[in-house]
């Protein structure tokens, strides 16, 4: 279906039609030609702005005959032409190419005029005078004119506005008094270059003709004379327009332009495009839009069909504003009888688009509402005419009638548009009357096309193809291809391509070495000077500077100096050579940012005899460090020969972690560190999940599918459900409700690492998505691999921001039970978990040694507190598993235990804490006596690794003790949860924090600073 969006761009396009309704010569390049070269800014469609643009330039150009067409000059005209839109661009254009006495006319009339700027200077004894048409940034006045092909009903072989604008400038002109001997330099775009087509042609034909150079690019049509306007007097008039742009072939009924046209060629158009993305970055948007096969690869082709056709809606000059008559009689019974032309309805459109108040979108909706219906009434019209149509007049005369209440109808939506306002009823009838019968597009129509049910609002629904495969839809699909060629910005990329500037040369700059004791500013300052003794007046030294910022230079320690130069109005080669005393750059880029080329070229310099500095390696806790290097002292390291090595994945007991980074002390990137001594870069490290270990109790046929959430985790497993979801499907990827059969069924459960910093080993696929490479045992069988995505995770329903997390869909395939016999036992049962935790064997009050707690541990002595007053056993009989995470459940337990282990007075209610587990007493406890309050209103989290931020406050609310002490840390904000408790810890001496400055809040805690943190607040005396 058409959007109104495209609708509109298909009405601003019809407008351009109906509105104003080969190689080129290059260059030479003189040794002893004296060019300008500088830059200036033009207005481009795209950026919708003025944008820089460089020029190169001379006064010679003027010294041959006009007739030649002169690819440099043309290239300056376009440029100018371009930066036409607006009085003052233009005349600081004008300024920049030596032009005085700038003076701009007309701009802001609403008379049937053009804007033009006008400047004037001496050359070899005679005046030039250099003239501009108004080409852009127009508004409803030029397209007023665009569209006004004749005047007063009067039918001249001129397009009648354009002749009033070229005449209005002749009179300023002549006004001027500037002399017979004057060679004028006339230049425009668009409309702005046919108003410059005329007046040239006009000048030319008196009998005192001036010398005239006038170059135009894509102009409509000006003239219907096609003798007169070829060659002859008028061969200084050069036409620069490109065979698909539908500017350059309007007005249609055969009119020509005066002079010579020079038409582009158009291949290769991926040339033309990248240039232009040289010439302004933004026009990567416009070739992305290109799409040439929309019209079947033909745009020219396609193009001429609608100039056909629109000659046969409005076959003449004369037809276009001849007086038509409506008549008809309305639904409620009145005559209506009056008069309109084709010129009235297309003026008020120009109207509708750029003279009423307000949105371009608020002000077409109304129209955009009644396309349909219209389209439908052509149909309906052309139906009538026909050879085999039925009730011909009244069906004529339910078409007028349908247009006549829609431009009513659209009238009162607009309201007034003003004193000067077209909108009127007339007027709008005239227009929709015009625009029907362009919507649809049938060539090939046959009688069956034509039987077509009664009119109705059903029927406008559902037939659509008259706009998916008409003229409005095929408009639409290629807009940006249709105006492709109409952008000044690739005007300008074509004729740079034809015209190129000249090839800038190798340079070689030479400036006073350096030495130890030097101001850091004094050769950079001496570069820029070296630059400027080149006496280029095209290249210049835009920044000098040292990359590190010693002040003075040390002895012994290598510098790197970088210079940015600007290169205006010349080509720079890809391989271009910059030298400084002899010496190659580094590096050496070029950059087109819009207007002059950026050479940002960078070279080292050695102070002295040369200095060593260390580069080591802190691996963080994880594998083993790479043997150390050294560089020149000063070296930037991303600069030097030698790079820091990447680990990759380091898999020991604490995890599997993947190398994150190298970086400096202070966190900087390890690529913007500079040696300006020994340095030593630290590794980072982000936990990867490679193994994932699941239990999961298989049901029995006639158990529920829904939901399905027995599905166990390790109590120190870094990943968990995803909301719980874990559910079983059939082999259609149904859902299953109830188990019916021992037919296999897969079960789909949705993980999630426990933190954002926790990833899943994962690796790209085929497809450009991620796979889970690591293991993953269900029960022991090993099944994978699975397909990884990107989520929001809600932690509750009242979230509304959600935490980005790696997470994975995985369907583990297997087969339900029967169900169990009587009197046997259930395979699948598992032995229950204690109630309470295991005691130690050994009497209490006597220590106990584990083999992986040595004596000197700081942990041994709350170990031997924790084990001889019961708060916590081993794993096993013989390990204590110190490095092991503490889960929320351990820790509860421990405080549980801590407390005498006291009789809960119910259960704690949580989804995620069965009855039967061995922490269910002291979560229950631990909930009534407002030391947790779980992660949510029905979860707990058993399972996860507690942090140390939450043991803080677990033992702070434990405790019951509000001493509390300034707080050190600068990551404990005072808001936090934690913070009052942390300030107690600090006070009462339980914590001192990662570091002087850090408490390390987000950081899980092992099972050894647990019972650190336990016995300081309860062991001691």
């Known amino acids: ?24 010569p290059g260059t030479a390049f003189a040794d002893d030609t004296d060019y300008q070269f500088g830059a200036a800014e033009y207005y481009s469609k795209i950026s919708k702005d003025y ?10 150009w003027f010294s041959a005959g006009p007739a030649q067409a002169n690819g440099g000059l043309a290239l300056i005209s376009a440029k100018l032409a371009a930066s036409g839109g607006e009085a003052e661009h233009c005349a600081a254009f004008l300024s920049a190419l030596g032009f005085t006495d700038v003076a701009s006319k007309r701009f802001g009339s609403t008379e049937n005029d053009c804007a033009y700027t006008i400047g004037t200077k001496t050359v070899n004894g005679k005046t030039l005078a250099a003239v501009v048409f108004q080409g852009d940034l127009y508004g409803d006045k030029g397209w007023q004119q665009n569209v006004t092909i004749n005047i007063d009903g009067t039918d001249t072989k001129e397009q009648a506005s354009y002749a009033a604008a070229a005449q209005a400038f002749l009179a300023d002109l002549d006004a001027m008094s500037l002399g017979n001997d004057v060679t004028l330099w006339v230049t425009g775009q668009s409309r702005g270059g046919a108003v410059a087509n005329l007046a ?5 034909d008196r009998a005192d003709a001036p010398q005239v150079f006038c170059y135009t690019f894509e102009s409509p049509a000006t003239t219907s004379d096609a003798e007169k306007a070829g060659g002859g007097k008028y061969a200084g008039i050069h036409n620069y327009v490109c065979g698909d742009d539908p500017v350059a072939m309007l007005p249609v009924w055969g009119m020509v332009r005066y002079g010579q046209d020079i038409v582009y060629d158009t291949d290769p158009v991926e040339d033309v495009q990248a240039e232009a993305v040289r010439l302004n970055p933004a026009a990567e948007e416009l070739v992305q839009n290109y799409n040439p096969a929309v019209f079947d690869g033909d745009v020219k082709g396609y193009l001429e069909e609608l100039m056909a056709s629109l000659e046969l809606i409005v076959p003449t000059r004369e037809a276009y504003t001849k007086a038509l008559i409506a008549s008809f009689e309305t639904g409620a019974g009145e005559e209506v009888d009056f008069s309109y032309t084709y010129q009235e309805g297309l003026q008020t459109l120009c109207h509708l688009i750029f003279g009423v108040e307000g949105e371009t979108m608020s002000k077409l909706s109304p129209l955009l509402d009644i396309l349909p219906a219209l389209t439908y009434s052509y149909v309906e019209e052309s139906y009538a005419v026909s050879p085999f149509a039925e009730n011909t007049a009244e069906l004529l005369d339910h078409a007028a009638r349908l247009r006549w209440e829609a431009a009513c109808g659209f009238c009162e939506e607009i309201g007034e548009g003003g004193p000067d306002s077209l909108v009127s009823q007339k007027g709008m009838y005239a227009l929709l009357r015009f625009l029907s019968p362009l919507l649809i597009h049938l060539p090939d129509m046959t009688q069956g096309d034509w039987e077509l049910p009664p009119y109705d609002e059903e029927w406008i629904d559902n037939y659509t193809d ?7 839809g095929t408009l639409s699909g290629g807009s940006s291809t249709l105006v492709f060629s109409h952008h000044p910005d690739v005007i300008l990329a074509r004729l740079s391509l034809q015209a190129p500037a000249p090839a800038m040369e190798d340079v070689a700059l030479t400036i006073t070495a350096p030495a130890a004791g030097d101001e850091n500013a004094k050769a950079p300052g001496e570069a820029g000077e070296a630059v400027e003794g080149l006496d280029l007046s095209w290249l210049v030294c835009e920044d000098a500077a040292w990359l590190t910022e010693d002040d003075p230079l040390q002895d ?37 940012p819009g207007g002059p080329a950026i050479i940002t070229a960078t070279w080292p310099f050695q102070l002295g005899e040369e200095q060593q500095a260390v580069v080591r390696y802190d691996m963080n806790g994880h594998g083993e460090a790479p043997a150390s290097y050294t560089v020149p002292l000063g070296t930037m390291l991303a600069k030097a020969e030698q790079t820091p090595e990447e680990p990759g994945m380091v898999k020991d007991e604490t995890g599997c972690w993947m190398f994150a980074g190298w970086s400096g002390e202070d966190g900087t990137p390890w690529d913007e560190l500079t040696a300006d001594g020994d340095v030593t870069l630290y590794a980072s490290w982000t936990r990867v999940i490679d193994e994932i270990v699941l239990t999961y109790d ?16 390790p109590e120190d497993a870094p990943y968990m459900l995803v909301d719980g979801q874990a559910r079983l499907i059939d082999e259609d990827w149904n859902y299953v409700e109830q188990i019916d059969s021992t037919e296999p069924l897969l079960l789909r459960f949705y993980l999630t690492p426990v933190s954002g910093d926790i990833l899943f080993l994962t690796e790209e696929d085929e497809y450009g998505g991620m796979t889970y490479t690591g293991t993953i045992t269900i029960n022991g069988e090993e099944i994978g691999p699975f397909s990884v995505y990107w989520d929001l995770h809600y932690e509750d329903e009242d979230d509304e921001v959600g935490t980005e997390m790696l997470w994975f869909d995985a369907e583990y395939g297997f087969t339900p039970l029967e169900k169990a016999s009587p009197g046997k036992p259930d395979p699948s049962d598992k032995p229950a978990e204690p109630d309470e935790p295991a005691e130690s064997s050994e009497p209490a009050g006597e220590t106990k040694r584990f083999v992986d707690v040595p004596e000197n541990a700081y942990y041994a002595k709350a170990v031997d507190w924790a084990v001889a007053e019961g708060v916590t056993a081993g794993t096993d009989e013989t390990h204590f598993s110190p490095d092991e995470g503490c889960t929320r459940a351990q820790i509860m337990t421990m405080l549980w235990a801590a407390a005498g282990a006291p009789a809960e007075s119910g259960t704690s209610g949580f989804e995620d804490v069965p009855e039967d587990a061995y922490y269910a007493k002291a979560v229950a406890w631990a909930l009534e006596k407002g030391i947790t309050s779980g992660v949510d209103a029905s979860h707990f989290a058993p399972g996860r690794t507690v942090s140390r931020a939450e043991v803080i406050t677990f033992l702070y609310l434990f405790a019951g003790e509000k001493t509390e ?35 390390s809040p987000d950081a899980p805690c092992t099972r050894a600073q647990v019972v650190t943190f336990l016995y300081l607040v309860l062991g001691q005396d």
């Open 466 to 472: 008259y706009f998916d495969y008409g003229i409005i």
């Open 698 to 713: 298989i049901p029995r046929v006639g158990d529920s599918g829904d939901p399905l959430l027995e599905i166990g985790l």
């Open 1 to 24: 279906m058409i959007t109104k969006s495209k609708i509109i761009r298909c009405i601003a396009f019809l407008l351009a039609f109906a509105l104003i309704a080969g190689s080129v």
């Open 556 to 592: 012994g320690k290598l510098y790197y100096l970088q210079l940015t130069l600007s290169a205006a109005g010349h080509t720079v080669p890809e391989d271009l050579s910059v030298t400084l005393n002899g010496e190659e750059a580094e590096e050496c880029e070029i950059a087109y």
């Open 965 to 999: 002490a300034d707080c050190p840390f600068a990551d404990v904000p005072e808001g936090a949860y934690y913070a009052g408790a942390v300030r107690w810890a600090y006070a009462a001496g339980v914590t001192a924090g990662t570091d002087a400055e850090h408490f």
């Open 51 to 60: 944008v820089p643009v460089d020029f190169y330039y001379t006064d010679d």
């Open 200 to 204: 040239s042609a006009y000048l030319l």
